[in-house]
């Protein structure tokens, strides 16, 4: 009791009314629409443990029948070349490979001499560098480098646009427009960082020139720089299960799968017969996969063909890269859904497949239950003790739908729990993002190129030449080197902050010690273990960095 001269306030009294009040509303509001939420997280848990079973027992039956895509499909290794032009040269088509770049000082070198040295006569190969940089040192060692490699007997051109319209889309788009190219039959697509074997158009041509009805051979992924730091070895891990299971299942069950964007060849007539490259959203590999996919054709996944390359090690890099990879998708399905479900010329089951299992429950239902039960609904569980989550559903199926996901790099099996709290923090991104481009709103058409640190980040630059009004190559002069002083890369201290997940980690951690001080579900181990997840990536301690100064 507080008084003021002749007013007195009952405290208790007010704070009894309070409690009071708060546990009606807490009872007849907040509990039954919590519930609702556990129940629809728990669906979307049960929808996500039956895909991952499925996919799962496809790639099984692969394995144990030995069902690889030579089995599958007709396969012949390319004729040797000869003198005879009937069974020599002339037995190899002409193959158009790209190579879209944009201030790639980094790496542009890798991606140029790798397709340089591929196996394949250099007549029937046209290189195209279509070179969007806006670096005017760059560009010119792009282009030197180019002239370097056609000084010695390689058809290769340095297409520079005045314009990024359209981004990669555009740049690609452009490149098929050249009258050189009307005579190439298929086209090879790599990233400026990806660095394909010789063998690689030998080992998958051959599909597109043997089946008709294929129209993309896909290659895996293979990381140069998997164990650079822990954030890294996460993404490994993720895009290994990508590979290995779901794009072995979607290529052995449904011959569809996203493309890409990259390490993969295409048919040529197969762009053109579903509208081309298309810019309308940030994923114009998946786009045109999905358009090709409703005229009927065919995808391969070829996992024994591997193509090194290099994931993002910075946080900021990674970030943007998801941003991209989560909204795309979910733009897409927006503008495609009307066309997947009034399409005729495929099946009804290969239109469920891409409308259920490829876009909602792989593009919305895994970010949205990662980020909303895991991050909101257990916690607030914890404050809402009239609410449970059945057992099954917060520890039995999680844990087994980690472990199938976990299958694809067994090297980092020991990872698995800090891989989970990774991701259930990348998930907070990923749904800000599809939602974004669910709702065409916002950032739905941003697109910032992924930063490669290439050989810069693990060897001193050597100096580069720069072409100025030379005739020959011999008059080229160096000028000076394209970076600046060396900075080994360092594991962050302090760059800046991320609030999101700063705010993310005091709440998860203040839901843990309420659980441990009054509610004792049990949850604040995980809810102290995801805190500092978020706190850590909050305080940005993730990634590397080459120091610019």
């Known amino acids: 009791m507080l008084e003021f001269g002749s007013l007195s306030i009952d405290l208790e009294g007010i704070e009894e009314v309070l409690l009071t009040k708060w546990k009606q509303i807490r009872v007849n509001i907040v509990a039954p629409l919590l519930r609702v939420a556990v129940l629809i997280c728990l669906i979307m848990t049960l929808m996500i443990f039956v895909e991952k079973v499925f996919v799962g027992l496809i790639c099984l039956v692969v394995k144990v029948f030995k069902l690889k895509p030579e089995k599958r499909y007709r396969w012949e290794p390319m004729r040797p070349e000869t003198s005879d032009l009937e069974i020599g040269v002339l037995s190899y088509p002409m193959v158009l490979v790209q190579i879209p770049m944009y201030n790639e000082k980094e790496v542009y070198k890798l991606s140029i001499r790798a397709v340089c040295n591929l196996d394949w006569p250099s007549d029937r190969m046209i290189i195209q560098v279509l070179d969007d940089s806006t670096d005017p040192v760059v560009k010119d060692l792009v282009g030197l480098e180019c002239k370097i490699w056609k000084s010695r007997g ?23 427009l050249h009258y050189s190219v009307k005579d190439c039959e298929y086209v090879a697509i790599f990233d400026a960082d990806f660095q394909p074997e010789s063998d690689f158009l030998k080992r998958t041509v051959p599909f597109l020139i043997h089946n008709p009805e294929i129209a993309l051979v896909q290659a895996r992924w293979k990381f140069v720089n998997a164990n650079e730091c822990m954030m890294t070895r996460m993404q490994e891990m993720s895009l290994d299960y990508h590979f290995k299971i779901e794009q072995e299942a979607g290529s052995s069950a449904f011959s569809f799968f996203g493309f890409n964007g990259t390490a993969g060849v295409w048919r040529i007539s197969t762009i053109a017969d579903a509208g081309g490259w298309k810019d309308r959203t940030t994923v114009e590999d998946m786009d045109l996969a999905v358009r090709s996919s409703l005229d009927g054709w ?71 239950s990662a980020y909303i039960f ?23 199926i999680p844990t087994i739908i980690t472990l199938l996901k976990s299958v694809g790099t067994p090297s980092s099996f020991h990872l698995v729990i800090p891989w989970v709290l990774f991701e259930n923090v990348m998930s907070l991104h990923r749904i800000k993002a599809a939602t974004t481009g669910f709702l065409d709103v916002g950032r739905v058409n941003e697109w910032i190129v992924t930063t490669k640190l290439g050989d810069g980040s693990k060897t001193k630059p050597s100096m580069e030449v720069i072409v100025k009004n030379a005739k020959d190559l011999r008059d080229a002069k160096v000028i000076e080197p394209l970076l600046g002083d060396y900075k080994k890369p360092q594991v962050r201290t302090r760059q800046r902050f991320h609030l999101a997940e700063l705010w993310m980690g005091v709440f998860m951690f203040s839901a843990g010690f309420y659980d441990v001080a009054y509610t004792k579900k049990g949850y604040f181990i995980y809810l102290f273990m995801q805190s500092c997840a978020f706190l850590i990536i909050g305080f940005d301690f993730i990634g590397t960095y080459v120091k610019t100064s």
């Open 154 to 176: 390689l058809n290769i051109n340095h297409e520079v646009r005045n314009n990024r319209k359209g981004y990669k889309a555009g740049a690609l788009k452009d490149g098929m």
């Open 298 to 368: 065919k995808f391969v996944y070829v996992g024994d063909v591997k193509v090194k390359c290099e994931l993002p090690s910075t946080f900021k890099a990674y970030r943007y890269q998801q941003h991209r990879w989560s909204c795309g998708p979910a733009n897409l399905f927006k503008k495609m859904i009307l066309e997947i479900i009034a399409n005729k010329k495929v099946s009804t089951w290969k239109k469920i497949h891409l409308i259920y299992n490829f876009f909602f429950i792989g593009k919305i239902v895994a970010h949205t």
């Open 374 to 396: 895991s991050c909101i609904v257990i916690p607030l569980s914890v404050l809402i003790p009239e609410v449970e989550i059945p057992l099954w559903g917060v520890a039995y």
